[in-house]
């Protein structure tokens, strides 16, 4: 009967290690310190970065200003915090965002506190890299080719997206490392190209540093706007704990020792891409900046066109960063759920239903497949490149995803966790540091979504769906 039972756990395990090793997050643990620090300065340096002189000329220097910095050092505090209790529970690694939560709050609290937050966060910066990737191209067409004819921005984000339809089928975040390396070098290109032709362009004789809109609440709500929008700048906490997965750890050098390392010298990479962008950006151009500074600037042409094709580059591997957690979950609730066996066909099908277009993968494929079931496991993920067709509206998008999931995520939710799991004592300085950014986060995540949804809104108004 022993014996019986022990083949029986045996079996068990086994069959639990073969899924392990074919889920996305835990099936290759040999990544470097390196490969840390280019999937978070990947993760981190995106889209927000171009919105950030829109949004200093919206909160002004002095709130502009202390935002920035103060955000800087809280999310690098609170990434500290996740690095350092990846290993908290002795023998056992969380390996995803989720785990950690349930470590915290319970199996069940902890997937309903987690799950929602961190998927809205991983598909909403989805949505907005196709934005941004689709209206990157179209920039590029535009100053390359002025007098061809105009091509509707919803067939350059279908051209973005049908990158991903290959991409998307890499198995894990070791196998991108090639991808996310020369996305993190883009990231540092552009954001250096978008400065340096600021200041080469130098102060606007008409600048005006004064309010962009006409009415106080015109005001008050591109105000929220702009915490969002610093809010989505920083964004790379959702995806740490699954990156640092892909390191090895063992009880002489913990795999919290390369990574935070690999973090650190990604915090410095952020800082040289968002200060200079920033602040320059504002004192340029004023309150005349777009929401994506690329889009100010129009000369030299061929320099901001290649600005443009190199964030077309960085929001190509950011898409996949981010999309990546997503892929896990959803291939975790198919495989260890549903019961379905780990298969390259299974996957292909997932991850080309998550990037857009499934119905021609269903007609073919749902001889094999219960369609119910597999509807009812994808429900959770939005078809991103649709969204972004229906609602490219950049500016709104990153007010609204920033205060709404990005600060709960990245401001607070970690220093929760930290002093549930930790328990410092009441009134030190660990307690007093985490409740002040717990406070920070709370304001920004119920502020910053009035003025996004607003801002969405008034360009709704104007839009043209399909266009």
């Known amino acids: 009967m022993r014996n019986n039972e022990r083949s029986a756990g045996e079996i068990s395990a086994a069959k639990q290690k073969n899924v392990d090793d074919w889920l996305p997050i835990t099936s290759s643990r040999n990544a470097k310190w390196w490969y840390s620090a280019f999937h978070n300065v990947t993760a981190m340096v995106g889209a927000g970065v171009l919105s950030l002189p829109y949004a200093m000329s919206n909160l002004g220097w002095g709130p502009g200003v202390t935002l920035m ?10 990434l500290w915090q996740m690095v350092e209790m990846h290993e908290i529970i002795p023998g056992k690694r969380l390996d995803r965002y989720h785990e950690l939560g349930q470590a915290a709050f319970g199996e069940k609290l902890g997937l309903w506190i987690i799950v929602p937050q961190q998927l809205i966060v991983e598909v909403g910066v989805d949505i907005v890299y196709m934005v941004t990737g689709g209206q ?9 080719c002025s007098d061809c004819k105009d091509i509707k921005t919803t067939y350059w984000i279908m051209i973005f997206a049908s990158v991903h339809f290959v991409i998307s089928h890499l198995p894990n975040f070791n196998s991108m490392s090639v991808i996310s390396v020369a996305a993190a070098v883009m990231s540092l290109s552009y954001s250096t190209i978008a400065w340096g032709a600021t200041v080469h362009k130098g102060v606007r004789p008409d600048v005006d540093y004064s309010s962009r809109a006409s009415t106080t609440p015109g005001n008050v709500f591109n105000f929220l706007n702009a915490l969002g929008d610093v809010a989505f700048a920083y964004a790379g906490h959702n995806v740490v704990l699954e990156i640092q997965a892909t390191i090895p750890s063992t009880p002489e050098v913990p795999s919290k020792v ?5 973090v650190v010298v990604a915090y410095i990479i952020v800082a040289i891409c968002y200060f200079p962008v920033a602040f320059l950006g504002y ?6 900046v777009d929401d994506n500074i690329l889009m100010t600037l129009e000369k030299p042409v061929w320099l901001i066109a290649i600005a443009n094709l190199f964030v077309v580059v960085h ?18 609730v198919l495989v260890k759920k549903m019961n379905f066996d780990p298969s390259f066909k299974l996957r292909f099908i997932t991850r080309s239903l998550y990037v857009g277009k499934s119905h021609a993968l269903l007609t073919r494929y749902s001889y094999s497949i219960h369609l119910s079931d597999l509807f009812l496991a994808l429900d959770c ?15 709104g998008l990153l007010g609204f995803f920033g205060g709404f999931a990005f600060a709960p995520t990245t401001y607070f939710l970690p220093c929760i966790i930290w002093l549930t799991l930790k328990k410092p004592k009441k009134f030190s300085l660990s307690w ?5 950014c717990i406070i920070v986060g709370v304001m920004l995540t119920v502020l910053a979504p009035i003025g996004g949804l607003r801002t969405i809104i008034v360009s709704a108004k104007t839009y043209k769906f399909f266009s």
Not at 69 to 77: C, R
Request: aromatic content about 20%; overall charge negative.
């Open 69 to 78: 910095i103060m955000s800087w050092i809280i999310t690098l505090y609170t």
């Open 136 to 144: 990157s191209l179209q920039k590029v067409h535009e100053l390359l």
């Open 258 to 262: 390369p990574m935070w390392r690999g």
């Open 283 to 288: 004192w340029m151009f004023g309150n005349s």
């Open 315 to 332: 929001v190509i591997g950011s898409y996949q960063i981010f999309a990546m957690p997503v892929f896990d979950m959803l291939e975790t």
């Open 381 to 395: 993920a939005a078809v991103t490149m649709f969204i972004a067709i229906c609602i490219p509206f950049f500016g």
């Open 432 to 436: 007093i540091i985490n409740w002040f």
